[in-house]
């Protein structure tokens, strides 16, 4: 089933108010979250597969759905035990209906169960489309998540250099493989950076960068925030909020790809 989200709930002064035109009952002061098209399907857990980051899988669901680099899906399977749904990030392009998913998945999942799925949502990542040297970087955190943007480069035969402290092993030969401690290099040969870590390791990536407290990245620079998402933005919980330049935004549906040189840091 295909739907417009268009959420109405109490103000936040980031967002448009609208006052006019609403009945009495309505609250005086409203906030319309964002007007955006996504979908709900039923899919399918069609293969689980074990690696160090945890249990990766690839899913069936219908095109409609399908995330771009840094978007994601979330997925509720038929456990009754499993309370909030589960974001699940591509670790690569879709090929036909099916998408690889990026580690961890739940470990009570089973290869062949349905899932419910709702997306795609949130912002991905936004390479210029002049990028030749995509930089790409893992800090606590699978490197699988960018894979979609790696496969993407390559098809544009740009050059990939990952820096991981876990490489994986099932990249390309063409991709080439660094420490994290290499990171400062990367921003002197890359003309473009995205990164994947938890939210809460932003000071560490940017030390790890080699910037000092009021450095900025000199070359368009995006980070994938890792945290929990458990609404999507459809229930406003705010368990997501990033602090930004632009006040606090949710990584749910601001992000949960972010400019770095837009991130707020303790
Ligand atoms: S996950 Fe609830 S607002 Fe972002």
Redesign the pocket.
């Known amino acids: 089933m295909v739907f417009y989200r268009f959420c109405v709930s109490l103000v936040h002064e980031d967002f448009t108010t609208v006052t006019s035109g609403m009945p009495p009952f309505f609250p005086t002061t409203v906030k319309l979250i964002y007007n955006n098209l996504m979908a709900h399907a039923s899919g399918s857990l069609i293969e689980l597969r074990l690696t160090s980051s945890g249990l990766a899988g690839r899913i069936e669901c219908p095109a409609n759905l399908h995330p771009a680099p840094g978007q994601y899906l979330l997925a509720s399977s038929p456990d009754p035990t499993e309370t909030l749904p589960v974001p699940l990030f591509p670790a690569g392009l879709p090929e036909g209906p099916e998408v690889p998913i990026a580690p961890p998945l739940p470990s009570h999942w089973t290869a062949g169960g349905p899932l419910q799925l709702r997306g795609p949502l949130g912002r991905g990542f936004s390479p210029p489309s002049t990028t030749r040297r995509f930089a790409l970087a893992a800090l606590q955190a699978p490197a699988d998540v960018l894979f979609p943007l790696c496969e993407q480069a390559m098809r544009q035969n740009a050059s990939v250099a990952l820096y991981t402290a876990s490489p994986p092993s099932d990249l390309p030969a063409e991709v080439e493989i660094s420490p994290l401690d290499l990171l400062p290099e990367a921003l002197a040969w890359a003309d473009y950076l995205a990164a994947v870590f938890p939210r809460e390791s932003l000071a560490n990536f940017r030390r790890l960068a080699g910037l000092g407290l009021f450095d900025r990245f000199a070359i368009p620079a995006q980070a994938l925030l890792l945290g929990?998402?458990?609404?999507?933005?459809?229930?406003?919980?705010?368990?997501?909020a990033v602090r930004t330049t632009r006040g606090w935004q949710?990584?749910?549906?601001d992000g949960p790809v972010f400019d770095l040189n837009n991130l707020e840091f303790e």
Do not use: D, K, L
């Not at 929990?228 to 997501?240: F, K, L, S, T, Y």
């Not at 949710?250 to 549906?253: G, I, K, N």
């Open positions: 929990p998402m458990p609404c999507g933005g459809i229930a406003e919980c705010g368990v997501c949710h990584a749910c549906s």
